[in-house]
């Protein structure tokens, strides 16, 4: 059960919040934990999200992960790609029965480093911004995830799975996304990012995502990724029957007059089956190498700007498959040759 003894819970706030954390850091106070969870049953968050701050250093994996083989024992993440649900190595953590009103509805953090490996996070619902995980705060924050899933969650706002916004208000920060071998499954958010949201309107927000996977995501905007003001890189991915009702189904990219600048590198990923605006209900017949179509809703890559130059939002598609693209509006180069692209895969 949450909160008794020996319980994710337990151990994270026996590491991190009693006497060995110093709340303002004034004198270097903190926390360094890995946390190991058990696979036989699932894990279930019932008491609230968990707090990550300054000088926090927090490591959650399964306990029958193993980093260096890559996780997976059934021919998921060591075979090049995501764990699969029947993984018997993933930790299961359901947060069906977890009630958040804010941001991230298993960790929210402020600051410090998170790692999550060969976890399987689902049915976490309920928060405004950042189904699972949300960030947001005034210092250096940096999230890594690595061979798990994030299935069935939901955000009331902003990114379904994942929520990072480099700042706290208008006061800056930082934060840092390493996604690798990661799979979002139907998770949904009501406006932007099904599966991850990211804003770097105040501060800075980089992400990078390699051998990952999204399908069956849905939001207004950016069905399976929405990123504001940010800047990203995508490696070996795959996209397909992601949805936004607006535009931009499998990924949503944006900015505006007097805001940073937006910036995105996909090499070697492919968008399949994908829908956007009118059409969401509908799925692609097929996928072509590089296509140039320019449809005004995007429903695989959509980059949208206002009042400001094609050069603040740009992109790089290098031996990617595709249907529909929006990009009228940014300055977005497109290549079969990958050694052409400058970029090592």
Sequence with gaps: MDGEP????DVFTAACIGANL???NADGGGCDVEILLPTAEPHRLTLGQLVIAAAMNVTIRSSDFSPASG???SGGAASGGP???EDGSLAVVDGSSNKVEDRGGFVYMTGGALVLEGLHLTRFRGSTRGGVLGMRGQGAQTLALRSSIFSFNAAQWYGGAVYAYGADGDVPGSATLEVSRVAFLDNSALYN???VHFNGLYGNVTATFSQSRWRRNRATHGGGIANLFGSLTVADAAFHSNRASDAGGGYYQYTASGSPAAAAQFLRSS???NSAGAAASASS????SSSSSNSSVGADLHFHTVAEGADANTALLCACNFTSLYSSEADVQVS????ACGQAG
């Design 6 to 9: 020996g319980s994710l819970r």
């Design 22 to 24: 110093q709340v303002d």
């Design 271 to 273: 968008f399949s089956h």
């Design 193 to 195: 990012g099904g599966a």
């Design 71 to 73: 996780g997976a024992t």
């Design 83 to 85: 764990p699969s649900a």
């Design 336 to 339: 079969d040759d990958e050694a």
């Design 285 to 288: 017949s097929s996928s072509s």
